[in-house]
């Protein structure tokens, strides 16, 4: 897997910063709905796993959203304080994982 080779090398570059963006994705039964903090936990896990590392630069972001596409989808725009347990999940895997400041 590419991305597995690419956070292999992470460790070679202590400036690095890893962001995961939260924004809706479609699931496999057809819904719609934004990263759980499980998901975003689990990629902050495999960021652990493959660098060795629990001390990553490691950012949570949602995208700018237009209220209309979204309203349009039948879903909610996100808003940065319901990031809060995204943050505290990856946490457990990630100890410097922030929110992006907007």
Do not use: H, W
């Not at 994705?25 to 689990?42: C, F, I, N």
Request: with cysteine; aromatic share 4%.
């Amino acid at each position: 897997m590419n991305i597995v080779k690419s956070l292999g090398l992470i460790s070679q570059f202590p400036e690095a910063k890893l962001q995961t963006i939260i924004q809706p994705v479609k699931r496999e039964d057809g819904s719609l709905s934004y990263l759980t903090p499980s998901e975003v936990a689990a990629i902050a896990k495999l960021i652990q796993d493959t660098t060795g590392s629990n001390k990553c630069n490691y950012l949570i972001k949602r995208k700018p959203q237009d209220r209309k596409d979204l309203a349009v989808q039948g879903i909610e725009p996100l808003v940065s304080n319901q990031l809060l347990n995204n943050r505290s999940k990856a946490r457990a895997y990630q100890v410097y994982a922030e929110i992006e400041k907007s």
